[in-house]
Every structure is written in C-alpha cells, then in structure tokens.
Nanobody, 113 residues
Framework: VQLQASGGGLVQPGGSLRLSCAAS????????LGWYRQAPGKQRELVAR???????TYAVSVKGRFTISRDNAKNTVDLQMNSLKPEDTAVYYC????????WGQGTLVTVSS
C-alpha cells in the first residue's frame, strides 16, 4: 500500500485546512485509514481514524474541530481541520492498517499568526 498525502501549509489560529491522502496498491487489504501527527520533541500521536465499517476515532484534543472522511470509491481519506490552534502545529502523517502498518510522507501544518 502506498499513501500520498497533500494539503499542509501555514494558517492563522482559528483558520481551517484540509488534508487529503490517496491510497494505492493493495487497497482491498486496508481495514482502517487515519491521520497521525508529530510535533517537535513529541511522540507521534493518533489524530483521527476511520475503519472500513465507518466507525471513527478522534483524539480528545481535536474532537469537535476535526472531521475525518473516507471515500472508498476514490481510495482517499481526508481530514478537515477547523478552528486550528497553535498546538495543532505538527507534521501530519497518513496511515493505513492492513496486512501491515503503512505510512505516507508527512505534510507540515503550521498554525501561527
């Protein structure tokens, strides 16, 4: 499985960004798609995940602000991020669970005025 992420950038506090990740390869093996993030000096953490049954999981810190969505026809998973805060600044990684754990390249999100 290969994952290609896009959509990071610089945004002011309170703003919005949308990340997108396209999956290719052994798509049928994927049981969950999600996003992780890693801030400088911190461990990588789960931001949001959507399973193939539609069940979603969110980090407490992003609940109510971020929305994950999956398009099975396009093999994509998007992360809509609203009301962004400086503490959301991190490198965001697309993730897939299947026969193995797969990672996309990171995309930097910077929230700063």
């Amino acid at each position: 499985v290969q994952l290609q992420a896009s959509g990071g950038g610089l945004v002011q506090p309170g703003g919005s960004l949308r990340l997108s990740c396209a999956a290719s390869g052994s798509i049928s093996s994927i049981t969950a798609l999600g996003w992780y993030r890693q801030a400088p000096g911190k461990q990588r953490e789960l931001v949001a995940r959507v399973r193939d049954n539609g069940m979603t999981t969110y980090a407490v810190s992003v609940k109510g602000r971020f929305t994950i969505s999956r398009d099975n026809a396009k093999n994509t998973v998007d992360l809509q991020m609203n009301s962004l805060k400086p503490e959301d600044t991190a490198v965001y990684y697309c993730n897939a669970l299947g026969y193995d754990v797969y990672w996309g390249q990171g995309t930097l999100v910077t929230v700063s005025s």
